[in-house]
């Protein structure tokens, strides 16, 4: 309700100034807000992680503390018993190191492999012994002899060696924190020593089972602890600013080198076992007492080894999980500092509940209850781990018989080993961390110590290098430059309305100073259309088209929602290939549309996307790299405003550029859209992520969801589900996305720029596999481009964007008669090219190679495929027997096939559509009919009933995992029943027509209309006989006999006075208007300004106008040049009239050239009208001040301003009358007076500057600006390379038809053999007969009863569908690797959202301009930098 009452409180002020109030409000146009439901899944996922990050901790440290306690030589196991624990206690040393060894093995063999230094290497290889053997020692040998509470406190010792670097190396950024680490290096030691005096203690007091020789362990115990403590020496050492570059080489080869130390960890762990419980120690190990080990024991040890090893796995993974969902403090630091008391209070607790099941009696105290358990005899298992533990715990000063009180330097110790470990590890504390984190970036080591699982995590914590006072902090994103590049052709208005709504909102999200995000970007929109102007046939001009007439009022109707204003500031701009429109949207960030003229630049999209590469990679990218002085503007009044809130101001067609200059090609993104796309800011940011946090991302692209109406729609909506839940997710984990969609993929600058990549995309199709591969489906080449070149191409499920899908069956068949040769013959060639490229991309190996040969040689098989389960689903419904059925179901597709290869294409797409509709009708019986079958059989464990149930299934998990895309699962039986024509007749229909090479879709008809419609005089159709006639008489064809007469009659007339006088009144009257509007100007004349006025106009050169876009159009007449030309001159006189009036330091306005630019500054010239101007001001005034906390003033401002502008227009303009310029001169100096005293007054004078810009905005006329001479000069150089119309003569264009028609009919060839190939070989098993060649499989009922029946099933069909079976098995599992990394990052992303709140008032003092972002680039123009 409150939203009704505010955009009804905005529609009324509207209704004050114009009796035309109503507007377009695009869905999603409203501003973006936090949803609770994902802050409390935020926090509900935090405090799950952090549960189980403790909860595994503790389980890892507490069975690593049982077996070694089972394993102690105290304890009253039998000898093999203590063996076997004492080798599974091994087994946990070892299982980190092979996991870390199989880690990088498959990355050496499969991703990348770099030769080591072999100084480094060795170096890195004697630490690794020295921990290995430390650690072996430590765990092995000491913890034995130890009792359970020794061995939890002795493992805090182990950060000494991290507290000692970080004292020599000063780490702290504040100098008061070395305080830190010189408190845990004193807390540690003195942890050691009451290690010893606990010990002498025990020793002289006569504990049980404490002898002289545990001096030597404490020892022993004490000098591994420093070997173990070796482990974490890179930490330290990398955060050191004169140590990075030594380090940096290791990060080249680190997989290598763990390779060869997990190896040798494992050989030193075993053979430390192997020396000392074989040689050394008193009970040495029998080997023939491993076969006598109990099998209750067995199980007992193999439950606690296996939950050791799965907790301390899980406990890593959850910390980075945690760290990377920016949970750091309450799921990481917090859980696993306090693992040490966890563990300690949770025994006790359990000890303490459970004593009294141990059966000892008559127990007054400790040591009267420790000298009970002698006696005490358990048989379970679990009463025997207590038992132990509770014999362990008699081993310590608590069964001290001259009082427990010595149990204190126990306490002492633990409380001082622990707090030495929190204080060294300070740091995890406040470490940042960005969104989807890098692992290497979080954690030094990729090693965790499964038998120190919470000091392994808190060392291994990355700590952040110290900043240098002449060096950026590496702690902080570097800022980026995105272009959005959106690509037009003929879309709607609708379409249209959706990717400029993304786009503004974009603009919104990044600019408006009132709200605080983390997100450091900088971006520019451009649009490019393609076919932008049209001929007017009247008057042999060029116009834009109706298509470029709605993006306008598409474009003015968005920002007039965004700002319920009109577009402040508009610039028309000709081109070499045609015209330009810039904008600057209402939070200054630019928008730029390209408006190709198809006479001048090569049009469709390939070639779009090869000019804006060109231009905002080559050229912005030279231009930044060699600035140029920046020229003085046409206007001064139009002040150069970027920002409207007035906090920043630059030149706007400078800003990103000189930005460019401080960023690396690495940080430039290119956002590559289509003309109906719809996204929101979160999506574009979550691209941005992937690219930014990994290097050798290429691309990345989104979740792409059809829109539209009608059963084409839900079929592609559950196609494009699977098509993303399970094969680009695949795609993702296993290797790397073969294809990023043009209509919402990011790109890296660097990776377009690499070799081979825009230089190769810019090549012209000469041959038939070109044009299928090249022009068919440009955005799959160029992502095979980026492979064949090393980069990785991703794919994030929680970017979403929409987008229009054919609704029509002809526009889909169309679409995918593209998309399917292309997608094939991209593939193949990827496939081809698969060694050099497995070479080059370390994303890409031989396996991922193999998989997805395996999954072209399914698509090529899937018409036979679908055939067979045609003929399947036949002998279901009908009960026929198998081989007719097969015969049967070829008939169709054959008969399709010959009707593709002798009609047209749209007789093929309806014989199509009725195909689908029968195939449709079989698909629904013969799902029904399995479904009868099952029932009659009393099982669905057959092949048809276990494919058809686990397909349900699985496809239900993946809807269920997809939990906002779960809807999408209601069009899985509509997407079922099309199988035959998505799978059968599609495929023919895109092979037979191959040779198409035409867009297909979007084809425009309302040029077609127009020509029909425009001046008909008379449309008859006449039938004679069996011919129909056609007969049409249009104004053209009355104009061209009157013409005749009158030149008949008078033949010196000149034709050029009949065309003037057919001259469409606007263009007239624009003309008029700008001749008095030029001679209101009255400044002083002098010669030399006349000289200087007519060198400049002598420097304007002509652009030609077309007479046409097309070969057939037919040429202009004399009369329509005459015409041109004798407008061209009226304006070149009014020029050298009055230019030499301009004052000295303004240039002379740019005079068009082309006809199509007054046309469209009318249209923009309506924001000046009266009662426009009142609507702009007002709006204009309160967004400058929006985040100023002065209301009141805000409001005074606006009633004061807009009576100034009603006592100087009411009674002198009309409504709907644009002002000229002296009217607007005028009004600007008064309503800046008016502002200056009403800010005077209410002592806020510091305002004037903001509210003098917003005053100049709002009075600011749109202009018409030339191009720089060296952008112009790229422009022709750019067309002449590479974008030049492409011109084909007859022959060249029927050779190519023959070379496609030639490579269609290869391609078919190849198709049909080996589908039929595949039909003929289950053709002669179903005639042979299942008894003779069958697998049997017995039958069985569901409760899991044999039936005493077998089913017959031949061997091709079920290792068919076992492949398939396996081919989704793996799709599936990638998919649920892949939906949790994407759950991290959406909660990483929720937690770091823009928080709406506002930011603190700026100092509005400094009057200069300045850049926006002056600590990105530190740039400041002054007067030096104008000529």
């Not at 009970?372 to 005899?377: S, Y």
């Not at 810019?762 to 090249?774: D, P, R």
């Not at 040779?995 to 006449?1022: F, Y």
């Not at 209301?1191 to 100087?1208: A, G, K, R, T, W």
Request: with cysteine; aromatic share 10%; glycine share 4%.
């Amino acid at each position: 309700m409150e939203d009704l009452r505010h955009r009804g409180k905005k529609r009324e002020g509207r209704h004050r100034d114009t009796w035309d109030p109503f507007q377009l409000n695009p869905i999603g146009a409203e501003k973006e807000q936090k949803r609770r439901c994902f802050e409390l899944a935020q926090h509900l996922v935090a405090g799950i992680v952090g549960v189980l990050v403790l909860a595994t901790a503790i389980l890892s440290k507490g069975s690593l503390l049982v077996l070694s306690t089972m394993s102690s030589p105290t304890s009253r196991q039998t000898k093999a018993e203590r063996q076997f624990y004492m080798l599974l206690l091994m087994f946990t040393l070892v299982v980190p190191n092979l996991l870390v060894f199989l880690k990088c093995l498959w990355k050496c063999a499969f991703k990348n492999f770099v030769a080591p230094n072999m100084r480094t290497m060795s170096f890195i290889c004697m630490i690794e012994f020295l921990v290995s053997l430390g650690t072996a020692i430590l765990v092995l040998v000491v913890m034995p002899h130890f009792d359970i509470l020794t061995n939890l406190f002795i493992s805090g010792g182990v950060c000494i060696v991290s507290s000692v670097l970080q004292i020599v190396f000063r780490l702290q950024k504040e100098t008061w924190k070395i305080i830190f680490p010189i408190c845990s290096l004193i807390l540690v030691l003195t942890g050691y020593v009451l290690l010893a005096v606990d010990y002498y203690v025990r020793v002289t007091s006569y504990v049980p089972k404490q002898g002289a020789q545990i001096y030597v362990f404490v020892g022993v115990a004490i000098f591994s602890s420093l070997l173990v403590s070796l482990n974490w020496w890179e930490n330290p050492v990398q955060a050191n600013n004169s140590l990075q570059v030594p380090l940096s080489e290791l990060d080249g080869f680190r997989d290598f080198v763990f390779v060869i130390t997990s190896l040798m960890r494992i050989a030193v762990t075993g053979g430390v076992w192997a020396l000392y419980h074989g040689l050394i120690a008193d009970d040495k190990i029998e080997w023939n007492l491993f076969s006598l080990v109990p099998e209750e024991t067995i199980t007992n040890g193999l439950g606690v080894f296996f939950i050791q090893a799965f907790t301390s796995a899980a406990c890593h993974w959850f910390g980075v999980v945690a760290c990377k969902i920016h949970a750091v403090r309450l799921s990481f630091a917090l859980p696993v500092c306090v693992t040490g008391p966890a563990t300690l209070i949770l025994g006790l607790v359990l000890f303490l509940t459970n004593a009294g099941n141990l059966g000892v009696e008559d127990a007054a105290d400790f040591t009267t209850f420790c000298s009970g358990l002698e006696r005490v005899r358990a048989t379970n298992a679990t009463l025997i781990t207590l038992l132990e533990v509770s014999r362990s715990i008699c081993m310590t000063s608590l069964n001290n018989p001259y009082g427990a009180w010595l149990f204190s330097m126990l306490a002492l110790e633990g409380a001082c080993m622990w707090l030495g470990l929190v204080t060294s590890t300070y740091y995890v504390w406040k470490i940042k961390v960005h969104r989807i984190e890098r692992t290497s970036q979080l954690f030094v080591r990729r090693l965790y110590e499964s038998a120190f699982i919470d000091q392994s995590l808190l060392l291994n914590t990355k700590m952040k290098v110290v900043k240098l006072s002449n060096q950026e902090s590496q702690d902080e994103l570097q800022n980026c430059v995105i272009y959005l590049c959106a690509t037009m052709w003929h879309e709607t208005y609708d379409e249209m309305l959706k990717i400029l709504t993304s786009m503004f909102r974009l603009d919104r999200y990044r600019g408006d100073p009132k709200e605080d995000h983390k997100d450091c970007f900088d971006f520019e929109c451009h649009i490019f259309v393609d076919d932008a102007f049209q001929i007017d046939k009247e008057s042999d001009t060029k116009l834009v088209n109706s298509y470029v007439n709605d993006l306008i009022h598409v474009v003015t109707e968005v920002y007039r929602v965004f700002t319920n204003k009109e577009p402040d500031e508009v610039s028309i701009i000709e081109t070499p290939y045609g015209g330009r429109l810039v904008f600057v949207m209402p939070d200054g960030n630019m928008l730029y549309i390209h408006l190709k003229d198809k006479s001048l630049i090569r049009n469709k999209k390939r070639w779009s996307q090869i000019m804006y590469l060109y231009y905002l990679l080559g050229w912005k990218g030279y231009i930044s790299k060699n600035p140029q002085k920046i020229g003085r503007q046409n206007n001064p009044c139009r002040a150069s405003l970027v920002s409207m809130d007035g906090e920043s101001y630059l030149l706007p067609i400078y800003d990103n550029d000189s930005k460019r200059k401080f960023i690396s090609d690495e940080n430039v993104y290119i956002m590559a859209l289509d003309g109906d796309t719809d996204f929101h800011p979160s999506a574009l940011i979550l691209l941005v992520d992937r690219l930014r946090m990994y290097d050798n991302v290429g691309a990345a692209c989104g979740r792409i969801h059809p829109t539209g109406m009608g059963p084409m729609v839900w079929y592609q909506k559950f196609e494009y589900a699977v098509g993303h839940w399970l094969q680009k997710t695949a795609e993702h984990v296993f290797g790397s996305v073969l294809c990023s969609p043009g209509c919402f993929s990011l790109f890296r600058g660097s990776a377009l720029m690499d070799d081979n990549v825009l230089k190769r995309y810019t090549t012209k199709a000469t041959k038939a596999s070109e044009y299928v591969q090249y022009d068919q489906g440009e955005d799959r080449w160029l992502c095979t481009l980026l492979l064949q070149q090393g980069w990785r191409v991703e794919y994030n499920a929680a970017s979403d964007a929409f987008t229009n899908s054919p609704q029509e069956f002809k526009e889909f068949y169309n679409q995918r008669r593209r998309w399917g040769p292309s997608t094939l013959a991209n593939t193949l060639d990827l496939l081809h090219s698969g060694r050099e490229t497995v070479k080059r991309n370390s994303s890409i190996s031989m396996i991922y190679i193999f998989y997805q040969i395996f999954t072209v040689g399914s698509s090529i098989l899937g018409p036979a495929s679908v055939t067979l389960m045609i003929a399947g689903a036949m002998q279901f419904v009908f009960r026929i027997p198998g081989t007719l059925s097969i015969i049967i179901s070829c008939i169709p597709p054959a008969v399709y096939m010959i009707i593709c290869f002798t009609t047209k294409t749209n007789f093929q797409i309806t014989v199509a559509a009725i195909f689908s509709v029968l195939y449709a009708f079989l698909m629904t019986a013969s799902f029904f009919s399995i479904i009868g079958d099952m029932v009659n059989e009393g099982t669905f464990i057959t092949p048809t009933g276990l494919f058809l149930v686990s397909m349900t299934i699985m496809y239900l998990v993946t809807a269920i995992l997809h939990p906002q895309e779960f809807t999408m699962i209601i069009y899985g039986l509509m997407y079922f029943i099309c199988i035959p024509s998505g799978y059968l007749l599609l495929t023919i229909y895109s092979l037979v027509n191959m040779h198409i090479v035409s867009w297909g879709t979007r084809e425009s008809n309302k040029d077609k209309e127009s020509k029909k419609q425009v001046g008909v005089l008379c449309d008859r159709t006449c039938k004679m006989c069996c011919w129909d006639m056609k007969i049409q008489v249009t104004q053209e064809t009355e104009n061209l006999v009157l013409q005749q007469i009158q030149n008949t009659v008078n033949p010196n007339r000149k034709a050029a006075n009949a065309a003037a006088a057919e001259r469409p009144q606007d263009q007239q009257d624009i003309l008029k208007s700008s001749l008095i509007a030029r001679q209101q100007v009255e400044p002083q004349q002098e010669p030399a300004k006349k000289n200087k006025a007519s060198k400049q106009q002598s420097k304007v050169k002509d652009v030609p106008v077309d007479s046409g876009t097309e070969s057939d159009d037919s040429e202009s007449d004399d009369s329509s040049d005459d015409t041109t030309s004798t407008a061209r001159s009226v304006d070149v006189a009014t020029t050298d009239k009055f230019d030499d009036l301009e004052d000295d330091d303004q240039d002379a306005e740019v005079v068009p050239d082309s006809d199509w630019v007054m046309p469209v500054k009318k249209e923009f010239l309506k924001k000046l009208t009266y009662a426009n101007l009142k609507r702009n001001l007002q709006e204009q005034i309160r967004y400058t001040l929006r985040n100023k906390n002065q209301e009141d003033l805000c409001e005074e401002l606006v009633l004061m301003l807009v009576d100034v502008v009603n006592e100087e227009l009411k009674d002198r303009v009309g409504p709907e009358t644009v002002l000229m310029d002296s009217q607007l001169e005028e009004l600007q100096y008064t309503l800046t007076e008016s502002a200056r005293r009403i800010l005077k007054t209410n002592r806020m004078e510091r305002l004037e500057r903001r509210v003098k810009r917003a005053i100049e905005r709002t009075l600011v006329a749109p202009q018409i600006e030339k191009m720089t001479e060296d952008e112009t000069d790229f422009w022709k150089k750019l067309l002449e390379r590479y974008l030049a119309p492409i011109v084909d003569d007859k022959a060249h264009q029927e050779e190519v038809t023959r070379e496609l028609k030639s490579l269609r009919n290869k391609a078919v060839f190849l198709y049909f053999i080996l589908n039929v190939l595949w039909i003929v070989a289950t053709f002669f098993l179903q005639a042979i007969g299942n008894e003779v060649i069958s697998i049997k499989i017995p039958k069985t009922f569901p409760n899991g009863t044999p039936s005493g029946e077998f089913l017959l099933v031949e061997p091709l069909s079920l290792m068919f569908l076992l492949s398939f079976a396996v081919l989704l098995l793996v799709q599936f599992l990638a998919m649920l690797y892949h939906r949790v990394y994407t759950l991290i990052h959406v909660v990483s992303y929720r937690s770091t959202e823009k928080d709406y709140v506002e930011k603190d008032d700026d100092d509005d003092e400094f009057d200069g301009i300045v850049l926006e972002n002056q600590m990105s680039n530190g740039l400041v123009i002054t007067s030096e930098d104008h000529f």
